[in-house]
Nanobody
Framework: QLQIVESGGGLVQPGGSLRLSCVAS????????IGWFRQAPGKEREGVSC????????KYADSVKGRFAISRDKAKNTVNLEMNSLRPEDTGVYYC??????????????????WGQGTQVTVSS
């Protein structure tokens, strides 16, 4: 059974960087897309970035393009999200999720079935 655990959240000042990691256990991820989603207080969950685990194609929300980078490490069954130039509006709970292979392009939460518990990211001075 596929299980997902996120790590790497924390408090960072505006302009700073964080690296989130998503480790999967129970199954290899070649048949999946992996996505990072976030939810701020009072707001709906939104897609941040998604990746096709087998071929490595990626998609980013417009708000994070050029600042965030998603990558996979097949040897470790891990997907990372490198977040740079962080802004206060990036604050929220970040979730990693697995969905079907084609889910990476819409990168919409309803297409993802297996979710981690989330990790808090707070960008504040």
């Amino acid at each position: 059974q596929l299980q997902i655990v996120e790590s790497g959240g924390g408090l960072v000042q505006p302009g700073g960087s964080l690296r989130l990691s998503c480790v999967a256990s129970g199954i290899t991820l070649d048949d999946y897309a992996i996505g990072w989603f976030r939810q701020a207080p009072g707001k709906e969950r939104e897609g941040v970035s998604c990746i096709s685990y087998m071929i490595g194609t990626t998609k980013y929300a417009d708000s994070v393009k050029g600042r965030f980078a998603i990558s996979r490490d097949k040897a470790k069954n891990t997907v990372n999200l490198e977040m740079n130039s962080l802004r206060p509006e990036d604050t929220g709970v970040y979730y990693c999720a697995a969905g079907g292979r084609s889910s990476w392009y819409p990168c919409q939460s309803q297409l993802f079935d297996v979710w981690g518990q989330g990790t808090q990211v707070t960008v504040s001075s």
